[in-house]
């Protein structure tokens, strides 16, 4: 797990440096962190205490999942380049889709491309659990007609052909707490189920899969989560106790299946491999849940981001009612967040710093895990209405803690229930 941890480490410190790449010359050779660089190991290393970042935007959009027929009547019908060489498209390539503004397409809009598999069998039962389908890449409709429309590709993490399929893209939240570290010797008493399905990649069959790779396991939505840990067991021989030798993390559950991105396994999962949920009350305490012994102000003060020479700024604030962490109707937003994508189609470079904050009527904990909720409110929107990419959004949370407002009167406490959007460019 050491080199899993450190890869992933390496990853986010890329995707950091793309954000706001170091100038040549002089700042190149120096050995001094950046102010990004030193944010992102404060948050890694206090901020979020022992939580990890379990299920990634890889896992939700370029993994696979097994439902029911998902309709075709929206697909890829061409491409800008049409070479009759070229099947695979990627990253920034222009394609066609078959539905313009009649059928309610407005520019804009953003889908998300998928291919249709093959029919998926229980392989222990031989029951249908339905059509395996593996995300490609995110597509933004940039020139509209009456009967079809372009689309960017945006993210594409597999190649995009002719002939995938397109659905609306629906932004889903990523997983970011404790992993589960599970010393008991007796399997926790609660449903379990086996591994019927192993994949990596649709084009290539996997007999069995490690750590950071996918199965499916005969367990739906009616009795798992997305989030939930589960333990892979194996009974050696009768008369003997079963041998609990992994873990995993519930990506996406379906109505008769989920998938479940592999953790930890001492052997290679395949099917066959027994399962069984670890019910909530045994999975570990996120930080969110956690009484600190550690002022958090002075802390979290450090993480602030200075604008620095030679970059702008424009901000928003989003305000909540008591106690909800989520907003009905964002459209009063609406020139606000004009003002936002106004802003951004300006610069070269950007990045959105989100700051979630409650009043003081609550308990630290309760108002901690508040504020993150709204937080990640307002990223899935950006997300999924602006089109903004996920790794050019930073998110901070602090309860009531350092509220922009001193919560004296009803009217300074409704002002702090707010999320703060920051937008600094160059």
């Not at 962190?33 to 206090?46: D, G, M, V």
């Not at 589960?180 to 926790?188: A, E, F, N, S, T």
């Not at 999975?283 to 600190?292: C, M, V």
């Not at 300074?412 to 229930?417: D, F, S």
Request: with cysteine; hydrophobic share 40%.
């Amino acid at each position: 797990m050491r080199k899993t941890s450190l890869f992933l480490f390496i990853i986010i410190m890329v995707t950091v440096g793309l954000v706001f790449p170091q100038a040549q010359g002089e700042k190149e050779k120096k050995s001094k962190l950046s102010q990004h660089e030193k944010l992102s190991l404060i948050k890694r290393a206090y901020a979020y205490m022992e939580e990890q970042l379990l299920v990634t935007p890889t896992d939700l959009y370029c993994s696979y999942f097994i439902r029911g027929k998902i309709s075709e009547d929206l697909k890829i019908i061409g491409a800008d380049e049409m070479d009759t060489l070229r099947e695979n498209y990627t990253t920034d390539d222009k394609m066609h889709i078959n539905n313009g503004s009649k059928s309610g397409i407005k520019e804009g809009d953003l889908f998300l491309v998928i291919q249709k598999g093959f029919k998926v069998s229980n392989l222990l039962t031989r029951d249908t659990l339905g059509i395996l389908y593996a995300p490609k890449s995110l597509a933004q409709v940039t020139c509209l007609y009456e009967e079809s429309a372009t689309v960017t590709l945006i993210n594409a993490c597999h190649p995009v052909n002719i002939g995938d399929i397109v659905v609306p893209f629906k932004a889903r939240q990523t997983i970011f707490k404790k992993k589960i570290d599970y010393k008991r010797c007796h399997l926790p008493e609660a449903i379990g189920g086996n591994v019927v399905y192993t994949s990596f990649f649709m084009q290539s069959r996997r007999l069995n899969v490690g750590p950071e790779e996918y199965v499916t396991i005969d367990m739906g939505k009616a009795l798992i989560s997305e989030g939930n840990f589960v333990l892979f067991y194996r009974g050696l021989r009768k008369g003997l106790p079963p041998v609990i030798f992994g873990s995993g993390i519930v990506v996406t559950a379906e109505n008769n299946n989920s998938t479940v991105k592999v953790l930890e396994s001492a052997w290679p999962v395949e099917v066959g491999t027994r399962v069984v949920l670890v019910p909530t009350s045994e999975e570990p305490i996120s930080a969110t849940q956690k009484t600190e012994d550690i002022p958090i102000v002075e802390t979290l003060k450090a993480e602030e981001r200075t604008v620095a020479p030679g970059e702008d700024t424009t901000e928003v604030n989003i305000w909540f009612d008591m106690n909800e962490k989520s907003i009905a109707d964002m459209s009063k937003y609406a020139e606000d967040f004009e003002k936002i994508k106004a802003f951004i189609a300006s610069k070269s470079q950007y990045v959105v710093v989100l700051r979630g904050y409650t009043c003081s009527i609550g308990g630290l904990d309760y108002n901690l895990a508040l504020s993150k909720d709204r937080v990640e409110f307002v990223k899935a929107y950006l997300i999924n209405s602006l089109a903004i990419p996920e790794n050019f959004i930073e998110t901070h949370f602090y309860g009531e803690k350092d509220a922009p407002f001193d919560n004296t009167s009803e009217e300074q406490r409704r002002k702090n229930r707010s999320v703060n959007i920051q937008v600094i460019g160059k």
